[in-house]
């Protein structure tokens, strides 16, 4: 079974940088489609940004210029390089990895932006 693990989370200043990793248990790691979702305190998870298996990346409007996502197959890793960052970007960050037949979800890092 597939497994995600994230870290990288933190308390930072705002304009400060941080960035995630999440690492997938899986050789086949090219084969799927990544993604980073955050969700605050009573509020809806939300897409921060999606890299494909094929490299096509897209990001949530709120965040782009400002974090950059990434993979790294050799390693089973995905990155969320975070600039910029603002006490709006407050919230818990999950990995998501998607192969068209499975969803699977990381347990979440912490990131807090203070002013």
């Known amino acids: 079974q597939v497994q995600l693990v994230e870290s990288g989370g933190g308390l930072v200043q705002t304009g400060g940088s941080l960035r995630l990793s999440c690492a997938a248990s899986?050789?086949?790691?090219?084969?799927?489609?990544m993604a980073w979702y955050r969700q605050a305190p009573g509020k809806q998870r939300e897409l921060v940004a999606k890299i494909t298996s094929g490299g096509s990346i897209n990001y949530a409007d709120s965040v782009k210029g400002r974090f950059t996502i990434s993979r790294d197959n050799a390693k089973n890793t995905v990155y969320l390089q975070m600039n910029s960052l603002k006490p709006e970007d407050t919230a818990v960050y999950y990995c998501c990895g998607d192969s068209a037949l499975s969803r699977y979800w990381g347990q979440g890092t912490q990131v807090t932006v203070s002013s």
């Open positions: 899986v050789k086949i790691f090219t084969m799927y489609s």
